[in-house]
């Protein structure tokens, strides 16, 4: 009931408070750059889908700075959701050969030339989080992004059928920590080490989590993972998720981290109630697998979701 009570907190304060300044925020630092790139037959499309996903990593990172004690950053929050949302929608269905090493590089800072206007989008929105950051390459966001990336490449093991327990295992653990802790790194850039594993452990139940959501249709999709091969439980997840509650508790006080778990148990009830069953809703995968993992179940994809050509960055 405690955490129920949270959650509804959370939710209404959110709701009265800062829904307006999330989505007025989005419309001036994420707008623009949409504008500029993509054609405009697309952009109103482009524009929703970013923002829902924008808006619900606003709000989890919003109480979360609070309970760390970090001013709130609607702009980095906005462009952390907006990014998340597009880079799973080019790495899933983009069908670019050399999408992967490009993205290597622009994300450790080298020029990136893109070939399409997503490309152009994604580019606009990392150098524009990138600048209002203004950290060194070797900070927690950097780093965590480029190892993020590696995980997400290897992932495309778990087509292969005969995928080994241990990669499997690296593969979900690695995606899960690396992406729950770079979303938080975007509030919370110098966090103790400690700080840092308990995001990441966060983010392993997550995946496994999102895993469990996604079971049967990685099953029909031909794609391997610990809840398809019956590895992970929803008991399990439950157990590891109460644990890092306490955890929580401990590090920044029940009081301390009241705001932070709010946002968490509402976002987990809300991601339960997107997989009850609908009369008129087929079946089938969130767009966003990886970085936003449970956060953003149910939203629409940037790219694959409408007829659409890619072609040259539009800036009329």
């Not at 450790?108 to 203004?134: I, K, N």
Request: proline content about 7%; aromatic content about 6%.
């Amino acid at each position: 009931m405690g955490a129920l009570i949270q959650a509804l907190t959370i939710i209404i304060t959110f709701t009265f408070r800062d829904l307006k300044i999330f989505t007025r925020t989005f419309d001036e630092v994420v707008g623009p750059l949409v504008d500029k790139a993509v054609n405009p037959g697309e952009r109103q499309h482009v524009r929703e889908a970013l923002r829902a996903t924008s808006l619900k990593v606003g709000f989890l990172l919003s109480p979360y700075a609070t309970t760390v004690g970090k001013p709130s950053r609607p702009d980095l929050f906005i462009l952390g959701g907006a990014i998340a949302r597009l880079y799973d929608d080019l790495v899933d269905h983009s069908g670019q050969p050399d999408l992967d090493a490009g993205l290597d590089v622009l994300f450790s800072g080298g020029p990136f030339t893109p070939l399409t206007e997503f490309d152009a989008l994604l580019h606009d929105l990392y150098q524009s989080l990138a600048l209002r950051l203004d950290l060194p390459e070797d900070a927690l966001p950097h780093v965590t992004l480029r190892a993020l990336h590696g995980y997400q490449k290897l992932s495309r093991e778990q087509k292969n059928p005969a995928i080994g327990e241990d990669l499997l295992w690296e593969i979900t653990r690695g995606k899960g920590a690396a992406a729950n802790l770079l979303l938080h790194a975007l509030a919370h850039p110098y966090m103790t080490t400690r700080e840092q594993d308990v995001l990441k452990d966060l983010g392993v139940t997550l995946q496994m989590l999102d895993d469990h959501f996604d079971r049967d249709i990685d099953r029909a999709a031909g794609i391997t993972t610990p809840a398809t091969r019956g590895e992970s439980r929803l008991p399990h997840v439950r157990r590891r998720l109460r644990t890092t509650r306490a955890t929580l508790h401990d590090l920044y006080t029940r009081t301390g981290s009241r705001p932070y778990v709010g946002a968490l148990y509402a976002m987990l009830a809300w991601a339960y109630l997107s997989r009850l069953p609908h009369p008129r809703r087929r079946a089938r995968r969130s767009s966003a697998r990886t970085p936003l993992l449970v956060i953003a179940r149910r939203g629409n994809g940037v790219i694959n979701s409408v007829p659409h050509e890619s072609g040259p960055p539009c800036a009329d």
